[in-house]
């Protein structure tokens, strides 16, 4: 079972860091963490992702628990144009596809 | 640039009228995907394609087709639509090795009447 479980929706404040949750308890060893957003009338954008240790990149970073039951997306400054539906996902079936479930709708206020 | 393209955007149609989505990506991946998302149900798969001449059922996969005969093009056929195909669509690729990350197209709004 590849879900993972989010909150269904955070709010925060613009230029203000956002620590987006994700549980994904059952993950394997050899499983990597997707983080993917989608903002309004778009198709899903890939974020980030990672496997063991903490992860940076232009977009936002990945700081996953040292169990890899758990992980968290932080946006370090967020900004109006964050705001969309955020996925953590574990690729299923030998990474033959996205589970997407319901992911975090995230709010940003001005 | 890198990208995936979806023709059309938007389409309106009427029931058994058989009608094709084109997919194509210009970034050599093996792996491309069709899925679709509708409220409350979130993104379902419809059928993937790990490369050419080969394609496999997603979790939604009936009343679609697909066929894969060049890297770069995946369509979605649906040959006789019904109502309840009225969906948001999305293709996606990836290289076919980890880490797996996904790229998506615009989408295609489908409208069955």
């Known amino acids: 079972d590849a879900k993972t479980t989010q909150p269904n929706s955070m709010e925060s404040n613009e230029e203000e860091p956002v620590h987006l949750p994700c549980n994904h308890s059952t993950i394997s060893g050899t499983d990597y963490i997707h983080w993917y957003r989608q903002l309004p009338s778009q198709g899903p954008e890939y974020v980030i992702h990672?496997?063991?240790s903490n992860v940076n990149n232009r977009m936002a970073s990945l700081a996953i628990a040292e169990d890899r039951k758990s992980s968290t997306l932080i946006l370090h400054r967020a900004t109006l144009r964050d705001a969309a539906v955020y996925y953590c996902i574990r690729p299923d079936g030998g990474a033959q596809k996205l589970v997407f479930g319901q992911g975090t709708r995230l709010t940003i206020n001005p | 640039e890198a990208q995936v393209t979806q023709n059309p955007r938007y389409l309106i149609t009427v029931t058994g009228k058989k009608l094709t989505v084109t997919c194509s990506q210009n970034?050599?991946?093996?792996?491309m995907s069709w899925y679709r998302q509708d409220p409350g149900l979130g993104l379902r798969q419809i059928y993937y394609?790990?490369?050419?001449?080969?394609?496999d059922k997603g979790d939604v996969p009936e009343g679609y087709k697909v066929s894969r005969k060049e890297k770069r093009n995946f369509p979605l056929i649906l040959e006789s639509p019904s109502p309840n195909q009225t969906s948001l669509y999305f293709c996606?690729?990836?290289?076919?090795?980890?880490?797996?990350?996904?790229?998506f197209g615009p989408g295609t709004r489908l409208t069955v009447t």
């Open positions: 996606a690729s990836r290289r076919d090795r980890a880490p797996y990350e996904q790229y």
């Open positions: 970034m050599n991946h093996e792996y």
């Open positions: 990672g496997l063991t």
């Open positions: 394609s790990m490369n050419v001449e080969v394609t």
